[in-house]
């Protein structure tokens, strides 16, 4: 059974930092990317990683406070967040699909995690 499962998420004061997870299991997957989305609003892309080479893709939005790596041997996603501001309050979502070709757009993932929320003060 192929699963996506995050973890870390909670909540945490202005400033602060989190170390989000997702572990994947049943196979491994040429992209990994993380999602965020707040109530009413799509799905909003932060970050993917290829799982073979490692290159990144961020959004402009969180560049120089996220950070994407990876565990081969565990086969885990990490997402670092430092500095976080009240406005990435959201539910984080891990995502993957087979393909290397790296998009933004959350339909081009067919596996999805079941979301972990963040919550930041001010």
């Known amino acids: 059974q192929v699963q996506l499962v995050e973890s870390g998420g909670g909540l945490v004061q202005a400033g602060g930092s989190l170390r989000l997870s997702c572990a994947a299991s049943?196979?491994?997957?040429?992209?990994y990317a993380w999602f965020r989305q707040v109530p009413g609003k799509e799905r909003q892309f932060v970050v993917a990683v290829l799982w073979t080479g490692g290159k990144t893709y961020y959004a402009d939005s969180v560049k120089g406070r996220f950070t994407i790596s990876t565990d081969n041997a565990k086969n885990t996603v990490y997402l670092q967040i430092n500095s976080l501001k009240p406005e990435d309050t959201a539910v984080y979502y891990c995502a993957a699909h087979t393909s290397d070709l790296v998009s933004t757009s959350p339909y081009a993932f067919d596996y999805w995690g079941q979301g972990t929320q963040v919550t930041v003060s001010s």
């Open positions: 049943g196979r491994t997957f040429s992209t």
